[in-house]
């Protein structure tokens, strides 16, 4: 297990994420590790992941399990039967567990249901992105509305938990669009909702486009306006703010996700995948064609490995749990802090606080309304 820098006194993961990388076209705002069109690969990648899971050594069960993408829901049916056969050897589900799968509207049929609710998958993210039909377009989705609602209902009928991402902030979007996509999202009953503004990330094809003047940000004004309209309308409606970009409705939220923002180790398989084990943080090469060839030659999947000090799993545990709205029990984790951290965290606190981006709740620190919009700023000042 030294694969994984895993120390044996250490306490293992209980949950685990899986990329798989393969997706029908890249979307012109995605940067994530992929390949489209390449099915031809699916085979080769299942093996080189097979190995991979084999670095386990013995079964290690998980209480979240989370496939993402790339695009799951695309595997053809026999392929997806060997994946979750392999997962559920590998990686077995408690009883009471959760099990992520991201899906494409188009893939959500009733057979697909059928067969992975029949494997053990309980929970699905699907990756709506809008109901309008032009921003859609801009998006270069592959969709219609109609297909996202349908896919949305069909999915009420076999899993347990539905989950939709929502994009706002798109070129050219008005205010009122973005209401209706949250409106729509509430009628069809979504059990949890991601909502994202839309970021132009470098190497993405919107990042060059954007460079070239052919598309544009929307006004920072109506991004912020849009976001608070996602905390007002969604928290009306009965869901719970419990992360910045994240709502559910009660005893929905993703119990995967929140592996990452209390500071838990997870296991990761497949490429680009990072995982936290034992202290370890490392991350698989980016490339699936290179992902795949390192294992086929019994080379190691990993790209950077690094065992974190004391000092930065506290920075990064303030920073990560102060995502979500409950904040940081600061009282309770400064204790474990060296002291010259502790007190450069303390100092950077009352700054924020003093700013009116904090706010102090007897041991608990939590961002306020006006941080929420500003939080990526704050961060540097604690890492």
């Known amino acids: ?12 993961p209980v949950s685990a994420y899986v990329h798989i990388p393969f997706c029908r076209h890249r979307c012109g705002y995605c940067n994530f ?18 190995v991979e899971l084999s670095k386990l050594e013995i079964p290690r069960q ?3 399990l989370f496939l993402g993408g790339g695009t799951p ?25 959760e099990w992520t799968i991201e899906a494409n509207p188009l893939d959500i049929s009733d057979s697909f249901c059928e ?13 709506g ?9 801009r998006l270069e989705r592959d969709h219609s509305p109609e297909e996202l609602m349908e896919s949305v209902e069909r999915s009420h009928k076999f899993f347990s938990s539905v989950s939709l991402d929502l994009i706002f902030g798109a070129p050219n979007e008005t205010f009122s669009g973005w209401q209706t996509d949250l409106q729509t999202a509430i009628e069809l009953g979504v059990h949890h909702l991601s909502t994202y503004g839309l970021t132009f990330e470098k190497g993405s094809r919107f990042w060059g486009m954007r460079e070239r003047h052919e598309i544009e940000s929307v006004p920072e004004e109506l991004e912020l306006a849009m976001y608070e309209e996602a905390i007002d309308r969604l928290s009306r409606a009965g869901f719970e703010h419990y992360e910045i970009s994240n709502f559910a409705k009660p005893s929905h939220r993703c119990r995967h996700n929140q592996s990452y923002w209390l500071g838990e180790s997870w296991w990761a398989f497949g490429p680009s995948a990072a995982r936290f084990v034992g202290g370890t943080r490392s991350v698989n090469h980016r490339g699936t064609l290179e992902y795949i060839r390192r294992i086929e030659q019994n080379r190691s999947t990993i790209h950077e490995m690094e065992k974190l000090s004391n000092a930065q799993r506290v920075r990064e545990r303030f920073v990560f749990g102060m995502r979500q709205m409950e904040g940081v029990n600061w009282t309770a984790m400064r204790l474990e802090a060296e002291p010259s951290v502790a007190i450069a965290i303390d100092a950077a606190i009352e700054k924020h606080i003093a700013g009116g981006w904090l706010m102090r709740d007897r041991e608990w ?13 704050l961060w540097g000042d604690y890492l």
């Open 365 to 377: 620190i939590r961002l306020t309304r006006a941080g929420l919009f500003v939080s990526d700023a």
């Open 33 to 50: 590790s992929l390949l489209a069109n390449r099915d031809d690969l699916i085979d080769r990648f299942l093996n080189a992941l097979e």
């Open 62 to 64: 998980v209480e979240t």
């Open 73 to 97: 829901s695309i595997l053809p049916q026999d392929r997806m039967d060997r994946l979750l056969t392999l997962l559920n050897h590998w990686l077995p589900l408690s009883s009471q567990g």
């Open 129 to 137: 992105q809008s109901f309008q039909p032009t921003k859609l377009i």
């Open 115 to 127: 067969h992975i609710c029949s494997r053990g998958i309980n929970r699905i993210s699907i990756g």
């Open 1 to 12: 297990m030294q694969l994984w820098g895993w120390d044996e006194q250490a306490a293992l």
